[in-house]
């Protein structure tokens, strides 16, 4: 019997160092390849790159890919940065805005956050922010805090006090990148790492080249889309606790530093409007809307658009070039009054 | 409990640690500890359908001694109560829903409509397991093969033994009573061999079939888009899915029994190497073949009463054995298909022609004439296994029929070479083991680096926790 025990414990000794060890040296090697997918991560690196810096420019956009496709800064004019982070959210959205201010000055401030990322579940957070360590340490723990307040995990209901605390160890052990976190993942990093090498490194140079050619910008092609986003139009907005408690930090900020802040609700399709318009979903945005212009006077909702003809995007959610041309111009317009 | 789960994880080291720590000096508190873990194994999914395991267990453990009165009448009045007992608890909670819409269609059929009533519940993991368990021993009794056993704890371990409890093999009493009622020591070779099959099984079942799974999953729900020679794949995909997840099930519950001392009966054969539908099916899921085979192909005169009789009862054991799946047109279509396969070879009197021996047994590599026998008879299965697969009839003729069919839509290389990632190292394993008797023994030298690697892609692999394929049944 010990024989066995011995040589069984042994076995699974070396197994699980083994994986530990391949994963840890494929992670601190190609992170780009194991912690995700490799546009994403070079697009990120990019952004959180031109949030550290001193960029010296005064006007800012902050939001998620809909904010990337939206606007393009340079139409606004020399002075704007489009800082926006595929994927993120409001908590994000803070944590740009406290990093940029540490090295530049803020005159004006654009919000463009699709609603749906405000209130329901975004899985982006946890495939983006949290593996590509976009914030810090302490900043995580803030979070944690923040969730056990609400008993509430970010971007998720938790299903109580016990899952709460796993869920935040398993997300904890994702940030510091232990390697057994990523042990579901390693073969789909290992088979893009063997196979998508070349494809890889085209796409980081198209991602970088646009980014940094338009601030920030990310063109969303030319093709017209006619897919419906759907919208569950019975279903009520409900902005979730730690986005509010983020959009606070983000004002608050913005007080002490005399920010101007515009939010934008960036326009949906023909057809994904045909579904919102008139809808319970639609009435109690706009009650939002008009509870956050009446809550924080120094934020301006900027109302552009609701919809745009297809022809104007380039998948169901994000715009393509004719319709960034289009809400810039706007913006720009709305902006000079 | 899943066996490719976290929890059966902890669950078997702790079973294993009280049984051979704790529980080591008595054969009756062992037997009492199996019987609580099988019930926690299987309440894990279910503690509701654990209350029919046990009545349907206690019944039969009564019927057992009913049949072995001396009083014939009296005892085959028993065995038929048994019969009636089992069938009907199949019957109630596997196939009262597809009889009832049957009888509906065809009162339609005549004119008449009718509303009936269906059952809103799943159908309970293992049932065709276990009462397939208990109707063996029952008529066992009955032909005298067997002993009705007195001690209700050691009966309840033969029918819930969590290892086989939800999808086999399914045991005789004769073979796993006595190993029950039997001191056992630890045995370290067979601990090992226990530690190596299971490694094995989670091998083909988590890294091979899961894989498998999501290629095949998508090919039949869009057949219509795809290539001709993409659906074949697909189609040679899930054999070798079905065949990783079953044998790889099967594999670790031989494996687990033998770490507490137990040795289960085989249930596969490397079945891809036979060289005709005969040889197959005395190589897949050989237990509940032969249980077919001597209770049910046997008492209705096998083929010992002419041909005629020979013919009608293998059609009917085949009919019989894709109704056991479960209860849709397309199982039994499936056991048709087989049968009209098994049908030449017994009309011709070649079906026991490969009845003992591994196909190139003292050879490396097979004759022309035995890879040709065994790519036709792969062929067969693989197209049989369509209709085993498909949602229903009407799915298993599309997908076959666009599989000879659609050449416009775009070829998918990318697929094809995926599928053999996954099938070739099957084959070429199983080729390597067919000799050995499934013991996995490799050469010392690269055996520390062959396990690790296995265990390796396991845990690689390990977290999906999809279900096996058999536990529907």
């Known amino acids: 019997m010990k024989q066995f025990l011995t040589k069984t414990i042994l076995y699974l000794l070396v197994t699980v160092l083994l994986s530990g060890t391949l994963i840890y040296l494929f992670i601190s090697q190609k992170p780009e390849f194991f912690l995700g997918n490799a546009v994403d991560y070079f697009q990120c690196q990019y952004q959180y790159g031109q949030i550290n810096k001193k960029t010296g420019f005064t006007n800012i956009i902050i939001g998620d890919s809909r904010g990337n496709a939206s606007i393009n800064p340079r139409q606004l004019g020399g002075k704007w940065i489009n800082l926006s982070i595929p994927g993120s959210d409001l908590f994000e959205g803070y944590i740009t805005l406290k990093r940029y201010l540490q090295y530049n000055k803020v005159d004006t401030l654009v919000m463009v956050y699709g609603m749906s990322y405000i209130s329901e579940y975004s899985r982006w957070f946890n495939l983006r922010t949290i593996p590509f360590q976009f914030i810090n340490y302490s900043e995580l723990k803030e979070l944690e805090q923040l969730e056990r307040k609400y008993n509430y995990l970010f971007h998720n209901r938790a299903a109580g006090h016990a899952t709460l605390r796993y869920d935040q160890f398993i997300r904890k052990l994702k940030y510091l990148h232990a390697p057994f976190s990523y042990r579901e993942t390693f073969f789909d990093g290992l088979h893009s790492f063997c196979f998508s090498q070349s494809e890889a490194g085209i796409a980081k140079q198209k991602v970088i080249t646009q980014l940094s050619e338009y601030r920030g910008y990310t063109n969303f092609g030319v093709a017209d889309s006619n897919n419906t986003n759907n919208i569950n139009a019975n279903l009520r907005f409900e902005p979730g606790q730690i986005n509010q408690h983020y959009l606070d930090q983000i004002m608050q900020l913005a007080a002490e530093h005399d920010i101007a802040v515009y939010l934008i609700d960036p326009p949906m399709n023909r057809a994904s409007f045909n579904s919102y318009n008139k809808s319970v979903y639609e009435s109690t945005i706009d009650q939002f809307l008009e509870g956050l212009q009446k809550k924080y006077p120094r934020l301006c909702v900027l109302q552009t658009d609701v919809w745009l003809p297809n022809t104007m ?24 009054r | 409990m899943l066996f490719n789960s976290v929890e059966f994880l902890l669950f078997l080291p702790s079973v294993f640690i009280l049984y051979w720590f704790v529980f080591s000096r008595s054969l009756h508190w062992q037997n009492v500890l199996i019987l609580i873990a099988s019930y926690f194994f299987y309440g894990w999914w279910s503690w509701k359908f654990m209350v029919l395991l046990v009545i349907s267990t206690f019944l039969d453990y009564l019927y057992g001694f009913g049949v072995a009165l001396q009083n014939r009448k009296k005892a085959r009045l028993f065995l038929w109560l048994s019969v009636l007992n089992n069938l009907g608890i199949l019957g109630v909670f596997k196939y009262y829903n597809f009889f009832a819409l049957q009888f509906q269609q065809a009162l339609a059929l005549l004119g008449l409509h009718s509303n009936v009533v269906l059952l809103q519940v799943a159908i309970p993991i293992g049932i065709s397991f276990y009462t397939f368990h208990g109707m063996s021993y029952v008529f066992d009794i009955y032909r005298e093969k067997q002993k009705p056993v007195r001690n209700f704890i050691d009966y309840a371990v033969f029918v819930s033994f969590f290892p086989l409890l939800v999808a086999g093999p399914i045991e005789r009493a004769s073979h796993l009573l006595p190993q029950i009622r039997k001191k056992r020591f630890f045995n370290y070779t067979q601990a090992a061999e226990g530690c190596r099959l299971i490694l094995w099984g989670l091998f083909k079942k988590v890294v091979v079939a899961d894989s498998l799974a999501i290629i095949v999953d998508n090919l039949f729900t869009h057949y219509h888009d795809q290539h001709a020679t993409s659906l074949m794949v697909g189609a040679i995909a899930f054999s070798f899915q079905i065949y990783g997840d079953f044998s790889g099930y099967t594999d670790i519950a031989l494996g687990t029994a033998k770490l507490f001392g137990f040795e289960l009966l085989t249930n596969f054969g490397f079945p891809y190497f036979s060289r005709d539908i005969a040889e197959f099916w005395r190589r897949w899921h050989i237990s509940l073949s032969s249980w077919f085979r001597d209770y049910l192909y046997i008492p209705l005169g096998g083929s010992k009463q002419g041909k005629l009789k020979a013919v009608r009862n293998t ?85 076959l029929k666009c599989s000879i069919t659609n050449f416009k839509q775009p070829k998918d290389l990318l697929m094809f070479g995926n599928v053999c990632c996954y099938v070739i190292p099957l084959i070429a394993c199983d080729w390597w083991l067919r000799r050995d008797e499934r013991s996995l023994q490799v050469p010392q030298r690269i055996k520390p680096v062959v396990y690790i690697v296995l265990a390796l892609l396991v845990l690689f692999y390990f977290g999906k926790q999809t279900n096996f394929i058999y536990f529907q049944f």
């Open chain 1, 313 to 336: 995007f380039g998948d169901p959610l994000h715009v393509n070039n004719k319709g960034t041309t289009w809400i810039s111009a706007e913006v720009r317009d709305r902006l000079s």
């Open chain 2, 315 to 399: 059609f009917i054991i085949f009919l019989v054995s894709g109704f056991w799946h479960g209860a849709n047109w397309k199982y039994i279509a499936w056991g048709g298909i087989h049968a009209c396969g098994f049908l030449p070879l017994l009309l011709l009197n070649r079906n026991r022609k490969y009845a003992t021996d591994v196909v190139a047994r003292e050879r490396r590599l097979p004759s022309v004439k035995e890879l040709s026998q065994m790519t036709v008879t792969f062929a067969f299965v693989t197209f049989a296994w369509v209709f085993f697969r498909a949602a229903d009839m009407k799915e298993a003729i599309g997908y």
